[in-house]
């Protein structure tokens, strides 16, 4: 009986953390392969002015400025860059990933330099930050190259 009680109280612990992951928590444990241009510091940075009602920028990598928009228990927007907005939500699923049952959705849109347009691209990752191969559902993720490929041609095109 002890055995089964022991069990129990492990078992609501973890639902217990699951239910207290935050879009805040899983911003600051993100990795710097994910947007190189910011530091974990500009992360803190970012999330700390928007919890104190202040405008929420920092210089970037890049010599620019990052800005995040928004910021909620389950989402956030941030402006990497002009040319660059990502949406961060975390997604509740019914298959367990890395023994959680949610998902982190990032919508990254690529605004084109010319203003005409834009383009956007979805990813799914874990809480761990491991990349899914295929969205939940079954369908395949759109392939990032084109886009990044056409990104670098724009740049090079203006910086010559």
Not at 18 to 28: G, L, R, W
Not at 127 to 149: A, N
Request: aromatic share 8%; charged share 25%.
């Amino acid at each position: 009986m002890k055995r089964y009680v022991v069990m129990l109280g492990f078992w609501l612990a973890t639902l217990g953390l699951q239910a207290q992951t935050t879009m805040s928590e899983v911003f600051k444990t993100m990795p710097d392969s994910i947007f190189p241009v910011l530091t974990k510091t500009n992360r803190l940075d970012l999330i700390d002015f928007l919890e104190a009602k202040m405008k929420a920028k920092v210089d970037n990598r890049l010599e620019g400025e990052s800005e995040m928009t928004a910021l909620t228990d389950s989402s956030l927007t941030l402006r990497l860059s002009e040319a660059l907005t990502v949406d961060m939500a975390l997604v509740p699923t019914v298959e367990a990933y890395d023994s959680c049952h949610q998902l982190v959705r990032m919508v990254y849109t690529y605004h084109l330099l010319s203003g005409k347009g834009q383009e956007s691209l979805t990813r799914y990752f874990t809480l761990r930050w491991r990349p899914l191969q295929q969205v939940p559902h079954g369908l395949p993720l759109m392939d990032s190259s084109t886009i990044l490929k056409q990104d670098e041609e724009i740049m090079n095109k203006t910086l010559k």
